[in-house]
């Protein structure tokens, strides 16, 4: 009678070992968890060349906080809401992140922790959808940003993030009540943002005749 195989070990005990140091546990967290975090990254910017580089900073930054982020069944809202700290300084971070990557021991890059992003192969990629993709989610930035900072950080782990509440509250250290109430007065928010987005008129093109104009 052959024995089942042994469970892959979990998050808690992944994030307890990277703690100790050990760059392998961190670099199957990374293998585990980095696409979420690529995804996550690309809502919160609406570029896939911004994700992919936040991605690597992001777990940079894990690896550079495990000391002080104890052990933790909540590994991947702890990850999407160091994403959403990044993705607001992107442009200061991704500067950074290239001066530490060579401070990084040799090991932990090679598990994974600041390599890039899974990312689709260009030459396969479909060009064309993902420039959709980035048109599309700019536009829903542009109301998205609108919104009150506390706001954003419900909407987006929970709706881009698919986090529940309870994990939600845990990244962000509130109640769980207060997640539900934010969450619910975001999606009221963005929905009377969006509809006076489509109902404003387009203003007219820098050089362009306004309609009825008449130039001799």
Excluded at 6 to 21: E, F, M, N, T, V
Excluded at 146 to 157: F, G, N, S, T
Aim: hydrophobic share 40%; proline share 7%; net charge positive.
């Amino acid at each position: 009678m052959s024995s089942l195989p042994a469970a892959p070990p979990d998050d808690q005990y992944l994030w307890s070992r990277a703690r100790r140091g050990d760059p392998a546990a961190f670099g199957e967290l990374f293998t585990r968890h980095s696409t979420v975090v690529y995804n996550y990254c690309f809502r919160l910017t609406g570029s896939w060349k911004t994700a992919e580089d936040l991605t690597s900073v992001v777990f940079l930054e894990a690896w550079r906080k495990r000391e002080d982020v104890a052990a933790q069944a909540g590994f991947v809202p702890w990850l999407l809401s160091l994403a959403g700290r990044v993705a607001r300084n992107s442009t200061r971070a991704v500067r950074r992140h290239r001066r530490l990557l060579a401070k990084l021991p040799p090991a932990v890059i090679a598990g994974g922790a600041a390599d890039a992003a899974p990312v689709p192969d260009p030459v396969e990629a479909d060009a064309e959808a993902r420039a959709d993709d980035e048109r599309h989610m700019k536009q829903v930035l542009r109301v998205f940003r609108r919104l009150p900072k506390q706001e954003q950080e419900v909407l987006a782990l929970c709706v881009w993030g698919e986090r529940t509440y309870a994990e939600a509250a845990v990244a962000l250290g509130i109640p769980v009540g207060t997640v539900r109430s934010r969450l619910a007065r975001a999606r009221a928010h963005m929905e009377r943002l969006t509809e006076a987005a489509a109902t404003k008129p387009a203003e007219p093109r820098p050089g362009s005749r306004p309609e009825g104009a008449h130039y001799t």
